[in-house]
């Protein structure tokens, strides 16, 4: 099984920055696409950014310019920068992976999804 370990949110004022990660962990034999997903109260959880394992990235319109994600491919860690943050950024964030793990000795496709991380982005 892989699993994904989010950590870095917490409380911010409107305007700060923080810096989340997810790394993963298990029998992990190859990591595609990571993103970052986020759910604010009352919302759907929807894609806050994606990177392949090229390094092609994806962004919402609503972070675009502000969040930057990055991946260390060595590590399979995924990482979100975020900047300039607005109350409407207040959400849990979810990691989400996909790839392929160890099973025996041959490999399963994986898909997975962090426990997530609370972001409060105060006024």
């Known amino acids: 099984q892989v699993h994904l370990v989010e950590s870095g949110g917490g409380l911010v004022q409107a305007g700060g920055s923080l810096r989340l990660s997810c790394a993963t962990s298990?029998?992990?034999?190859?990591?595609?696409?990571m993103a970052w997903y986020r759910q604010a109260p009352g919302k759907q959880r929807e894609l806050v950014a994606a990177?392949?394992?090229?390094?092609?990235?994806n962004y919402a319109d609503s972070v675009k310019g502000r969040f930057t994600i990055s991946r260390d491919n060595a590590k399979n860690t995924v990482y979100l920068q975020m900047s300039s943050l607005k109350p409407e950024d207040t959400a849990v964030y979810y990691c989400?992976?996909?790839?392929?793990?160890?099973?025996?000795?041959?490999?399963?496709?994986?898909?997975?999804w962090g426990q997530g991380t609370q972001v409060t982005v105060s006024s």
């Open positions: 990177i392949t394992i090229g390094g092609n990235t």
């Open positions: 298990g029998s992990v034999f190859s990591v595609n696409a």
């Open positions: 989400h992976a996909d790839g392929a793990a160890y099973y025996g000795f041959t490999h399963r496709p994986f898909d997975s």
